[in-house]
Each structure stands twice: as C-alpha cells, then as structure tokens.
T-cell receptor, first 113, second 116 residues
Framework: GNSVTQMEGPVTLSEEAFLTINCTYT??????LFWYVQYPGEGLQLLLK?????DKGSNKGFEATYRKETTSFHLEKGSVQVSDSAVYFC????????????FGKGTSLLVTP | KAGVTQTPRYLIKTRGQQVTLSCSPI?????VSWYQQTPGQGLQFLFE???????NKGNFPGRFSGRQFSNSRSEMNVSTLELGDSALYLC???????????????FGQGTRLTVV
C-alpha cells in the first residue's frame, strides 16, 4: 500500500536559516505529491503540489521537486521567517487509493527571531 | 467565496454517547472527505462523499458513518464513543467530479472532539 515518511521534528531554526524537510514515499501507482501546512488551531492549507516526475512545486518561497528515482519530495526554503512556524505534512494521492490523501506524520517547525 | 465550514469547533462527549459533526463545503464543490487527526496515528482518511453517495472509504470501524445531503453539506456520525475517538476531525471539499480526477482539497478548521 501507499505510505509517506517524513523526518521527525521538531525542527528549530533561526530566522533566515535554510530549511529542508525530508519526505519519501511508497506508492503502487503514479501519485501526485503535496505539502500541506497547519498553523496552530487551524485546518490544513495546501502549500504546493507536483503531479508528475521532475515537476517542481513552489509557493511563498517554498519549493519541492518530485523525484521518482529516489521516491522523494523534500521541502526547501532558502530563508525562513518566524511566521513559517507551523506543522508541515507531506502527502500523496493516487488512483489506487481513490485519490484519498495519505499523509506523513508531520514535522513541526519553530523559527526563532 | 466562503471556505469550508465545520461545526461545532469544539465538542466534549462522554464514552458511549454518539456525536454528529457537520461540514459545509465550498460553494459548487460536490466532493466532501473526512479525516481524523490524532497525535498517535496522524491524519487518516475516513470517507468521501459525492452526490450523496459514499465514493471511497478508509479503514475505520462501522461506528464511523457519514452522509451527504442534496446541497452537498455532509455530516459524520460516531456512535458508542470511545476515549480513543478523541481527535481533530477535518473535512475537505473539492470540485472533483469523476473518480479518476485528482483535484485540490480545501480543508476546514476542524472539529475538536474530546471524549471523557
């Protein structure tokens, strides 16, 4: 079956530091890949997505590239801000699962001034 | 355009009781999915409804059920509540029409259920 593995948190960074959150996946089909963000007390917001191999998703300075050869979709940002403090979830969906989202456990990010 | 609205935001119930949660999707969205979020299990898919029919189902016991109305609003029900049902229940809507489409899901803020 499908699964998503992402690095354990919490991750603590100083403002303007470089961010990488690792995500690898296992899927039987050809999944679409997503990064969602959850701010305290809120639901999930789609941050970026990629639907096929070598696609790069980007939004608000965050980027992730769909790497089929390494089954990875690592999230990166060149310079984090305090406002980026949140929990980040990597997820996949494909036809085999009826396009239900399959999430990783989430990585908590704390950015300090 | 209004987002996905879930009511109530917070709920406290006693073991053995039942509970009903409500979700109003974004206008025009006919697909509604439900997810359970717990610290231990993370985010897990419960079910998806489209045009008043359950289209997809996750691996949850029969105590968890749902329905969708003709205006696309959805409810989920949990009967015979257990302590382990304490969770944040998230609803997501999308404009996905066919079973083979893969479109963006928009999430509500969730209902925090506490079972005591």
């Amino acid at each position: 079956g499908n699964s998503v593995t992402q690095m354990e948190g919490p991750v603590t960074l100083s403002e303007e530091a470089f961010l990488t959150i690792n995500c690898t996946y296992t899927a039987t089909g050809y999944p679409s890949l997503f990064w969602y963000v959850q701010y305290p007390g809120e639901g999930l917001q789609l941050l970026l997505k990629a639907t096929k191999a070598d696609d790069k998703g980007s939004n608000k300075g965050f980027e992730a590239t769909y790497r089929k050869e390494t089954t990875s979709f690592h999230l990166e940002k060149g310079s984090v801000q305090v406002s980026d403090s949140a929990v980040y979830f990597c997820a996949l969906s494909d036809m085999n699962s009826g396009y239900a989202l399959n999430f990783g456990k989430g990585t908590s990010l704390l950015v300090t001034p | 355009k209004a987002g996905v609205t879930q009511t109530p935001r917070y709920l406290i119930k006693t073991r053995g009781q039942q509970v009903t949660l409500s979700c109003s999707p974004i206008s025009g969205h006919r697909s509604v999915s439900w997810y359970q979020q717990t610290p231990g299990q993370g985010l897990q898919f419960l079910f998806e409804y489209f045009s008043e029919t359950q289209r997809n189902k996750g691996n949850f016991p029969g105590r968890f059920s749902g329905r969708q109305f003709s205006n696309s609003r959805s409810e989920m029900n949990v009967s015979t509540l257990e302590l382990g049902d304490s969770a944040l229940y998230l609803c997501a809507s999308s404009d996905r029409r066919t079973a083979t489409e893969n479109t963006e899901a928009f999430f509500g803020q969730g209902t925090r259920l506490t079972v005591v």
